[in-house]
C-alpha cells in the first residue's frame, strides 16, 4: 500500500510540472512574440532570410561595421528582393553571431535606400507562434506604414 501512495504521489509531482514547464514553454513564446510584433511595427522591412556573407569592416572612429547579404526567402513587408545587403555597426571587437539557417530580420532603410540593422531585438528564429502570426497578419504586413520607431 506504501508503494501505490507514492506512485501516487510521483505521478501527481510529474503532472504539476508539467504544466509549470508548460506554462514557462508559453509565457516565453508569448514574450518572443511580443518582441517580434514590435519589431514588426518599428521597422521599414521584414523578411524571412538566410545569411550567405558577412564582411566586417574597421571604422576609422574604432566601430566595427559589418555588411551582411541574405538570400530573400519571403518579404512580409517592404519592397521584395530575392536578395538583400544591410549595415551592421557594433563596438571594437563585439563579435557578430551568424548561421545558415533561416530567420526573420526586421530592418530599416535609409534615405539613400541602404538597409541597416536597427539593434539587438530585431532578428528571429522561426518558431510555430511567430509562424503562425505572420500567416495569419500576411496581408497586414505587406499594407503596414512604419510609425516613427527604430528607423528615425
Not at 51 to 57: G, N, R, T, W
Not at 99 to 116: F, H, R, V
Request: net charge neutral.
Amino acid at each position: 500500500m506504501k508503494i501505490f501512495s507514492q506512485l501516487k504521489a510521483l505521478i501527481a509531482h510529474t503532472i504539476l510540472l508539467s504544466f509549470i514547464f508548460c506554462a514557462n514553454a508559453q509565457h516565453t513564446d508569448l514574450l518572443e512574440l511580443d518582441g517580434f510584433r514590435k519589431a514588426v511595427n518599428s521597422a521599414d522591412y521584414l523578411a524571412k532570410v538566410k545569411i550567405i556573407k558577412v564582411e566586417s569592416f574597421q571604422e576609422v572612429d574604432g566601430s566595427q561595421r559589418h555588411v551582411f547579404t541574405a538570400d530573400v526567402v519571403t518579404t512580409y513587408k517592404g519592397s521584395t528582393h530575392k536578395q538583400i545587403s544591410y549595415e551592421m555597426f557594433v563596438e571594437r571587437g563585439e563579435d557578430v553571431m551568424c548561421n545558415s539557417a533561416p530567420i526573420y530580420l526586421a530592418l530599416c532603410k535609409s534615405l539613400n535606400g541602404s538597409y541597416y540593422w536597427p539593434g539587438t531585438g530585431s532578428e528571429f528564429k522561426p518558431t510555430p507562434v511567430i509562424n503562425a502570426w505572420i500567416n495569419e497578419n500576411r496581408v497586414s504586413l505587406k499594407l503596414a506604414r512604419t510609425p516613427a520607431g527604430w528607423c528615425d
